[in-house]
């Protein structure tokens, strides 16, 4: 259960209300997190805002991007935005729900290439330790042809699904229906034994 109340969209008004129209034009609904952050309409604006800029700008494929995103998630334990951001690869990529499972867990992806998992791992280490990123690293990912403009932005990315989960977690965010079938398989649902 949420630890703040969550907005409904048939009741928003003012720029709460404007914000929610933003988000459903993109999704047909008002996800759980837009709702939870209502009491801010400005920042859940300018959230809105920097995610649709951050899947637009810049050369990285939304897949890649994508493959961040859950990465990030489960480095930062949240379970809703490695949900969302599975659903995402899976609808939009046809990832299977054990591709997925395989990066979430820190294994190599077998559906991208040598360079793009060099990129994922680069991700898991911003995701995980900022600090830990070293000279060698970022000489890694040039050294399998990354820019420094695609280096700048797979740091931006995943910062920005940091800050997203961390509000996510922390107010506990409950899971969109659509999410659900989904808790019932790996990585939500651990092996018996």
């Known amino acids: 259960m949420s ?3 969550l907005q409904d969209p048939q009741t928003a008004t003012g720029r709460t209300k404007e914000v929610f129209d933003r988000v459903a034009a993109h999704y047909g609904m008002v996800p759980t997190l837009q709702r939870a952050m209502a009491p801010l ?3 859940t604006d300018a959230l809105w805002t920097l995610s649709v800029a951050t899947m637009k700008e810049g050369s990285l494929p939304e897949e890649l991007k994508r493959a961040f995103f859950a990465v990030t998630a489960a480095a930062g334990e949240c379970d809703y935005c490695v949900a969302a951001h599975m659903l995402a690869l899976r609808r939009s990529f ?3 729900n054990d591709e997925c499972v395989e990066i979430i867990e820190g ?3 077998s559906r991208l290439s040598a360079k793009a998992n060099a990129a994922l791992d680069f991700a898991r280490t911003v995701a995980r330790r900022p600090a830990e990123v070293t000279d060698e690293a ?3 990912l040039r050294k399998h042809g990354w820019s420094d403009a695609e280096i700048v932005e797979m740091v931006t990315t995943v910062a920005l699904l940091k800050y997203t989960s961390t509000v996510a977690t922390a107010l506990n965010v409950p899971f969109e229906k659509i999410m659900l079938p989904m808790l019932k398989k790996p990585p939500f649902a651990k092996p018996a034994g």
């Open 94 to 96: 046809r990832w299977s």
């Open 138 to 140: 970022v000489e890694n």
């Open 3 to 5: 630890r703040v109340p």
């Open 107 to 109: 294994r190599p992806s």
């Open 41 to 43: 309409p400005e920042v």
